[in-house]
């Protein structure tokens, strides 16, 4: 849709970037850890035959860099708990998690703290979490039964004691967004002041969402999948086959149904529509006690014709909404060695600015910001290098742009508001354990976790309007992001760990790597979103109209190399419009990390004090430009199961196969270390897309 007004365009695209700034994010190997006391040497041949253990020696890099350097990853990769796509950025929590373990016994740091009775809460969880009996899942347990009946019912389990008069699936669906679940209402908050909370599109499903193609057959593994979890939940309630099958059948006819709303959301527009849903005061009345009721970003057309269809299924929908808080509630283990590995991720993800607090305390060394700091420093000067060189800018773009690097701050571990810090911790003292049923522990906790994620929403009338998302108080996270309304770099502490980064790695595995991570981070700076921001974080249109046409001209060819990958395990295309910017901040924040490490190289070699400089992985016969990449790409080993595909087919991140394959086609550099020809897997053609 096309609008005559100039100001109501930057209204809509204001209100698009702020729903989108989530945290921009690009081992199991407790023995390989900052940690541990072997020597560098040993450290290192340990870590050279893990490198080595992922790849696919049979492959030629030429051919398919991600086979050659993940190939075997599937086969080798730790086995540890997961219910979703498993891969070597993501395996970083279990290196967290086992840290966190740790933690939870040091008493003596948490007294030095101040959050000793925090931490007895958190043990206290833990080992009732150890104790329960959590698989196979106990889905029938009366409290999760209770809670179920308080908030909507269960009909396949009440049978004729529930009333469909007395139900509304709204309502449900808003009690549900309480414990964290994936009703109908798909909650999300803004990551900018005041926090507000605002819908995207449900997903329908369980462990496979559905749409109109992976769901058109009984045979296909979304139909075998989310049925399979369906019975599960049902035959622990001793229900007789029939009414499973019964209740099933009702769940997917809905789902049908519902699919074929037109999936249109009013959510970007912040004027009066002419189409309004009346029910979302009860959703601001359950989930927010009336809070934010006048900020009005819902998808209205969507949920006015989502409830005809819910009105022709009351009984499905109940039955799909009880079990969406079962799967919730669910642990979701596949057997029970998992349940230790479980109990601590939860701990991590339920509890983390507790486990922050004592994770940068004891974790986080100063040895560790400095270097971080001193890759950051060279990340930059090859930034402004781009800047100064790129001939398609005009001058006065090139001021500008110039002008906002040398504005961009700088944090290392995390970011630093003790107050909120504190109160969030707090937070943890009202947890519930109870011992006799770790039903109703769970329950609490998922109700403690919602509530610390809304609470700078909740309080937000107490912070300034300059206040920063809460996530970025957390540097026990894997994750880095830049963030364009203060025009910051955030490289958080958790996010220092193996494949990212080790202090005793070699310089080029360090830039491969870490310097990737924070190089494409710096390119979000002058992505096509963060490009309407100025240096001073303001929203500002700083670009002539030359460069501006020039620099989407550029972009357009990263939107078109990317779509052109098709997935054969789900037979569709990329969206290269969807996952632009981060493919910009890939091919950009990889060109820059290499010429960081080049130009960090040629300083330390004209530096006459310097020693001998490392440049080589014990074991791995690679020339140092070979190294860095490999390293660039063993961030992202992975293994994908369809249902993965489906589910990050729509994420703005590129699916990490596809990552790996676009930056290095497009890579000059990685042609030149790997001797790679036109024609070959990875060089297809001369042409390249490059913007920075």
Same mark, same amino acid.
């Not at 993940?70 to 086995?79: A, E, M, Q, T």
């Not at 002058?526 to 002539?544: E, I």
């Given at each position: 849709?096309?609008?005559?007004?100039?100001?109501?365009?930057?209204?809509?695209?204001?209100?698009?970037?702020?729903?989108?700034?989530?945290?921009?994010?690009?081992?199991?190997?407790?023995?390989?850890?900052?940690?541990?006391?072997?020597?560098?040497?040993?450290?290192?041949?340990?870590?050279?035959?893990?490198?080595?253990?992922?790849?696919?020696?049979?492959?030629?890099?030429?051919?398919?860099?991600?086979?050659?350097?993940?190939?075997?990853?599937?086969?080798?990769?730790?086995?540890?708990?997961?219910?979703?796509?498993?891969?070597?950025?993501?395996?970083?929590?279990?290196?967290?998690?086992?840290?966190?373990?740790?933690?939870?016994?040091?008493?003596?740091?948490?007294?030095?703290?101040?959050?000793?009775?925090?931490?007895?809460?958190?043990?206290?969880?833990?080992?009732?979490?150890?104790?329960?009996?959590?698989?196979?899942?106990?889905?029938?347990?009366?409290?999760?039964?209770?809670?179920?009946?308080?908030?909507?019912?269960?009909?396949?389990?009440?049978?004729?004691?529930?009333?469909?008069?007395?139900?509304?699936?709204?309502?449900?669906?808003?009690?549900?967004?309480?414990?964290?679940?994936?009703?109908?209402?798909?909650?999300?908050?803004?990551?900018?002041?005041?926090?507000?909370?605002?819908?995207?599109?449900?997903?329908?499903?369980?462990?496979?969402?559905?749409?109109?193609?992976?769901?058109?057959?009984?045979?296909?593994?979304?139909?075998?999948?989310?049925?399979?979890?369906?019975?599960?939940?049902?035959?622990?309630?001793?229900?007789?086959?029939?009414?499973?099958?019964?209740?099933?059948?009702?769940?997917?006819?809905?789902?049908?149904?519902?699919?074929?709303?037109?999936?249109?959301?009013?959510?970007?527009?912040?004027?009066?529509?002419?189409?309004?849903?009346?029910?979302?005061?009860?959703?601001?009345?359950?989930?927010?006690?009336?809070?934010?009721?006048?900020?009005?970003?819902?998808?209205?057309?969507?949920?006015?014709?989502?409830?005809?269809?819910?009105?022709?299924?009351?009984?499905?929908?109940?039955?799909?909404?009880?079990?969406?808080?079962?799967?919730?509630?669910?642990?979701?283990?596949?057997?029970?060695?998992?349940?230790?590995?479980?109990?601590?991720?939860?701990?991590?993800?339920?509890?983390?600015?507790?486990?922050?607090?004592?994770?940068?305390?004891?974790?986080?060394?100063?040895?560790?910001?400095?270097?971080?700091?001193? =890759?950051?420093?060279?990340? *930059?000067? @090859?930034? %402004?290098?781009?800047? +100064?060189? #790129?001939?398609?800018?005009?001058?006065? /773009?090139?001021?500008?742009?110039?002008?906002?690097?040398?504005?961009?701050?700088?944090?290392?571990?995390?970011?630093?508001?003790?107050?909120?810090?504190?109160?969030?911790?707090?937070?943890?003292?009202?947890?519930?354990?109870?011992?006799?049923?770790?039903?109703?522990?769970?329950?609490?906790?998922?109700?403690? =976790?919602?509530?610390?994620? *809304?609470? @700078?929403? %909740?309080?937000?009338? +107490?912070? #300034?309007?300059?206040?920063?998302?809460? /996530?970025?108080?957390?540097?026990?996270?894997?994750?880095?992001?830049?963030?364009?309304?203060?025009?910051?770099?955030?490289?958080?502490?958790?996010?220092?760990?193996?494949?990212?980064?080790?202090?005793?790695?070699?310089?080029?595995?360090?830039?491969?790597?870490?310097?990737?991570?924070?190089?494409?981070?710096?390119?979000?700076?002058?992505?096509?979103? @963060?490009?309407?921001?100025?240096?001073?974080?303001?929203?500002?249109?700083?670009?002539?109209?030359?460069?501006?046409?020039?620099?989407?001209?550029?972009?357009?060819?990263?939107?078109?190399?990317?779509?052109?990958?098709?997935?054969?395990?789900?037979?569709?295309?990329?969206?290269?419009?969807?996952?632009?910017?981060?493919?910009?901040?890939?091919?950009?924040?990889?060109?820059?990390?290499?010429?960081?490490?080049?130009?960090?190289?040629?300083?330390?070699?004209?530096?006459?004090?310097?020693?001998?400089?490392?440049?080589?992985?014990?074991?791995?016969?690679?020339?140092?430009?070979?190294?860095?990449?490999?390293?660039?790409?063993?961030?992202?080993?992975?293994?994908?199961?369809?249902?993965?595909?489906?589910?990050?087919?729509?994420?703005?991140?590129?699916?990490?196969?596809?990552?790996?394959?676009?930056?290095?086609?497009?890579?000059?550099?990685?042609?030149?270390?790997?001797?790679?020809?036109?024609?070959?897997?990875?060089?297809?053609?001369?042409?390249?897309?490059?913007?920075?």
């Amino acid at each position: 849709m096309y609008f005559s007004s100039l100001t109501l365009l930057w209204v809509v695209l204001i209100y698009t970037i702020l729903m989108h700034c989530e945290a921009r994010s690009v081992m199991d190997t407790p023995d390989i850890s900052e940690s541990n006391d072997k020597p560098t040497a040993d450290y290192l041949q340990i870590y050279s035959d893990l490198m080595k253990s992922y790849m696919n020696l049979s492959v030629a890099p030429c051919d398919n860099f991600y086979e050659y350097a993940c190939g075997n990853y599937g086969k080798v990769k730790p086995d540890r708990y997961s219910w979703h796509r498993r891969s070597t950025f993501a395996d970083v929590v279990y290196t967290l998690s086992d840290i966190a373990e740790q933690l939870v016994g040091r008493m003596d740091l948490a007294e030095a703290l101040n959050v000793s009775s925090e931490l007895m809460v958190a043990q206290r969880f833990h080992n009732a979490c150890l104790g329960a009996e959590l698989y196979p899942s106990n889905a029938a347990d009366p409290a999760y039964l209770d809670l179920i009946r308080s908030i909507g019912g269960f009909p396949a389990v009440d049978g004729a004691a529930w009333s469909a008069s007395n139900f509304s699936w709204f309502n449900m669906s808003s009690h549900l967004t309480n414990y964290g679940a994936n009703g109908l209402i798909r909650e999300a908050l803004l990551a900018a002041y005041p926090f507000e909370p605002y819908t995207k599109l449900p997903e329908l499903g369980f462990d496979h969402i559905v749409n109109e193609v992976n769901f058109a057959s009984n045979s296909s593994r979304a139909y075998k999948l989310n049925e399979e979890r369906m019975r599960g939940y049902l035959k622990a309630f001793n229900l007789p086959d029939d009414k499973i099958d019964e209740v099933i059948a009702g769940v997917f006819a809905f789902w049908r149904e519902a699919l074929e709303v037109p999936q249109q959301c009013e959510v970007f527009y912040p004027f009066p529509i002419e189409i309004e849903f009346p029910q979302w005061r009860h959703y601001y009345d359950i989930s927010w006690n009336g809070l934010h009721v006048s900020s009005k970003k819902f998808c209205d057309f969507y949920y006015i014709e989502l409830d005809k269809v819910c009105q022709r299924h009351p009984e499905a929908v109940a039955n799909y909404l009880a079990m969406q808080l079962l799967y919730k509630l669910d642990p979701k283990l596949k057997a029970p060695k998992y349940q230790r590995d479980y109990c601590a991720v939860t701990l991590v993800t339920s509890m983390s600015f507790l486990f922050n607090k004592l994770y940068m305390a004891n974790n986080f060394s100063e040895e560790k910001r400095l270097e971080v700091s001193e =890759i950051i420093q060279e990340l *930059r000067k @090859s930034l %402004r290098r781009s800047l +100064e060189e #790129a001939e398609w800018l005009d001058k006065e /773009t090139r001021e500008e742009a110039l002008l906002k690097e040398s504005g961009i701050q700088t944090r290392i571990g995390s970011f630093k508001d003790n107050s909120r810090s504190d109160r969030l911790i707090r937070k943890i003292g009202s947890l519930k354990v109870v011992n006799e049923s770790y039903a109703l522990t769970n329950i609490n906790l998922q109700r403690l =976790i919602v509530e610390i994620e *809304r609470f @700078s929403s %909740r309080h937000f009338e +107490e912070l #300034a309007n300059d206040t920063k998302p809460q /996530t970025m108080l957390l540097g026990m996270q894997v994750s880095a992001v830049y963030w364009m309304l203060d025009n910051s770099i955030n490289v958080m502490a958790g996010l220092l760990e193996p494949p990212i980064y080790h202090r005793s790695w070699p310089l080029p595995l360090k830039f491969g790597t870490l310097g990737f991570t924070v190089g494409h981070e710096l390119t979000h700076g002058f992505d096509t979103t @963060s490009s309407y921001y100025d240096g001073s974080g303001n929203l500002r249109s700083w670009w002539s109209e030359k460069s501006r046409q020039d620099f989407e001209e550029r972009a357009e060819c990263y939107m078109d190399h990317y779509g052109g990958y098709v997935i054969p395990e789900i037979n569709r295309r990329l969206n290269g419009k969807t996952t632009m910017d981060e493919n910009i901040a890939d091919n950009g924040g990889l060109r820059r990390a290499l010429a960081a490490y080049r130009s960090h190289k040629k300083q330390l070699l004209e530096d006459p004090d310097q020693a001998r400089i490392s440049e080589q992985m014990p074991g791995l016969e690679l020339t140092p430009d070979q190294l860095f990449f490999l390293g660039f790409a063993q961030v992202f080993c992975s293994e994908y199961e369809e249902e993965h595909y489906w589910k990050d087919l729509t994420n703005e991140h590129t699916i990490d196969k596809y990552r790996i394959l676009g930056v290095v086609s497009n890579s000059e550099d990685f042609f030149q270390a790997y001797n790679c020809s036109v024609g070959s897997g990875m060089r297809p053609k001369a042409e390249t897309c490059r913007i920075w």
